[in-house]
């Protein structure tokens, strides 16, 4: 069998793919899936445990470039929407986190404090107090969660996209430190093995921060793949 394709087994079509998924080091995008087995229905099925059979094979490089090329499309818009926002909208957006957070605040817990700055397309928040830990979650999930919240708050009765950056008690600049480590000693790993790292799922922001990390290097390239919320990074050889 070729090295650009796996046969993996599985409960479920689904499971049988993340294994597969798991052995190429890729992401569901970058694969073309053909069930090749399932199981046949029959009484004596109830008697043995379900087994699902595929084969992923990793699309040529035609069929990347357009997955690329898709995602440099959709990072264009967005950075297209991007732009100052008038006064008048900020301070709109400002006053409905104000208020939100004047309803809620005493409910979060019975020592958390939040501060409000704003920026020139933008809000950013933080939060601290001894009770606010339990709003970052595993690895920021439930504070990034809290922040769209929080964000569609802000744009409320707003007609133009005004950006919420959410922080709890420093956690940011601590994962950006992690990201920064965890980025040059998958490097180093990349340059001994010779082999390619998929990172796990990240937020854009974290994203961001491997690539920033990585830009200059001589030796590595990385390169976003995959769809939200399991949009990863790819750390290779150049």
Do not use: C
Request: proline fraction near 3%.
């Amino acid at each position: 069998m070729p090295n650009n394709s796996v046969i993996s087994e599985g409960s479920t079509t689904n499971e049988a793919i993340e294994n597969g998924l798991k052995i190429l080091k890729v992401s569901k995008d970058m694969v073309n899936v053909k069930v090749l087995e399932t199981e046949k229905k029959s009484f004596f099925s109830i008697l043995a445990p379900r087994v699902v059979k595929v084969e992923l094979t990793l699309k040529d490089e035609k069929e990347l470039a357009q997955i690329s090329k898709n995602d440099k499309s959709k990072e264009a818009y967005v950075k297209k929407e991007i732009k100052d926002i008038t006064p008048e909208k900020l301070e709109q957006a400002e006053n409905n986190v104000k208020t939100f957070f004047e309803a809620i605040i005493n409910k979060l817990g019975n020592n958390i404090n939040y501060s409000l700055e704003k920026k020139p397309n933008g809000l950013e928040i933080n939060l601290s107090g001894d009770d606010a830990g339990f709003l970052i979650g595993y690895r920021g999930e439930t504070m990034y969660a809290f922040q769209a919240i929080i964000s569609t708050i802000a744009n409320k009765g707003i007609d133009e996209k005004i950006r919420v950056w959410l922080d709890i008690e420093g956690y940011k600049e601590k994962r950006e430190k992690t990201l920064q480590n965890l980025a040059n000693r998958i490097a180093r790993t990349v340059e001994k093995t010779r082999k390619s790292v998929t990172l796990e799922p990240m937020q854009a922001y974290e994203r961001k921060i491997i690539h920033s990390v990585l830009q200059d290097s001589k030796t590595v390239k990385t390169e976003s793949i995959g769809e939200e919320p399991r949009r990863r990074v790819v750390i290779s050889l150049k």
